[in-house]
């Protein structure tokens, strides 16, 4: 019987110590609620669920940006609805102005609201803003296109155009004549069929916006789903291996203390 070297002590302590790893790494398991809470759990399929993580807050990432930009696209719709009533009551003032029953006073009455009318009109559309971005093309019929990132490598454009009162027609126009109201009407015609069909490509701009928001928000929930296969806690399965572990250590514990009584019982040899 050895004592200097008591062999039984040394093997009771090192299965002790490997039981008490594995306990506290099911209790680290536990405590974080994740299978993987760092590599030493799993180098390589903790790198693929950490890429998992990245490639979903990308995701999150470019589901703001495509928010964004129907944001943009919404602000500019409301800006031209806005603008469409506008030349509306142009029209109405024009008509009026065209017709010969309506006298000089009151199309000098009716020209000072037309000017009035233009100028917010211009005013509005030249002033539209969305995170103090300018929403319409400054002049021409240029439209106003920007770049919407939602994704690695992956763009898409939207646009809004040109919107301004000399792209609507009435930027020239008075109506303090018969025949300047029957010209006034015409180009309000004009500025309202334009500004209708730009408000028509937005409108399908805006539901193709919408399509993408579905689709990234779709892939969002799909790669959270993936990581969480790999990375999330069975908290069931784990607290059954980790009730384990706690009789085994506790056994081990016990067996440790019976090895070090060796050198205790070799004294009663000596009785």
Do not use: C
């Not at 908290?235 to 203390?257: D, G, I, P, Y």
């Amino acid at each position: 019987m050895f004592i200097q070297s008591n062999i039984e002590a040394m093997q009771a302590y090192r299965n002790l110590s490997a039981i008490d790893s594995k306990f506290n790494k099911s209790l680290n398991k536990l405590s974080t609620g994740l299978s993987l809470p760092n590599p030493g759990y799993g180098g390589g399929m903790f790198a693929v669920a950490n890429d998992m993580e990245a490639l979903y807050q990308n995701y999150i990432t470019a589901a703001k940006n495509v928010q964004d930009a129907k944001g943009f696209m919404e602000t500019a719709s409301t800006v031209m609805l806005e603008a469409n009533d506008i030349l509306l009551r142009m029209g109405e003032l024009a008509s009026r102005a065209a017709t010969e029953t309506t006298n000089t006073d009151q199309r000098i009455e009716m020209s000072s609201e037309w000017h009035e009318l233009r100028n917010n009109l211009q005013a509005l559309t030249s002033h539209a803003r969305y995170n103090e971005v300018s929403i319409f093309s400054t002049g021409g019929n240029q439209a106003r296109t920007l770049s919407i990132t939602f994704g690695e490598n992956r763009q898409f454009q939207i646009s809004s155009y040109s919107v301004s009162i000399s792209t609507l027609k009435v930027s020239d126009i008075d109506i303090l004549t018969v025949s300047a109201g029957v010209a006034a009407m015409s180009a309000v015609t004009s500025g309202v069929t334009l500004l209708s069909g730009l408000m028509a490509r937005m409108g399908g701009q805006i539901q193709e916006i919408d399509a993408k928001v579905n689709i990234i928000n779709e892939q969002m929930v799909q790669q959270k789903a993936m990581e969480a296969r790999i990375n999330e806690l069975d908290f069931a399965q784990e607290m059954k291996t980790f009730t384990s572990l706690q009789v085994t250590m506790q056994a081990s514990n016990a067996m440790v203390a019976q090895a070090n009584m060796k050198a205790q019982m070799v004294l009663q040899l000596f009785g």
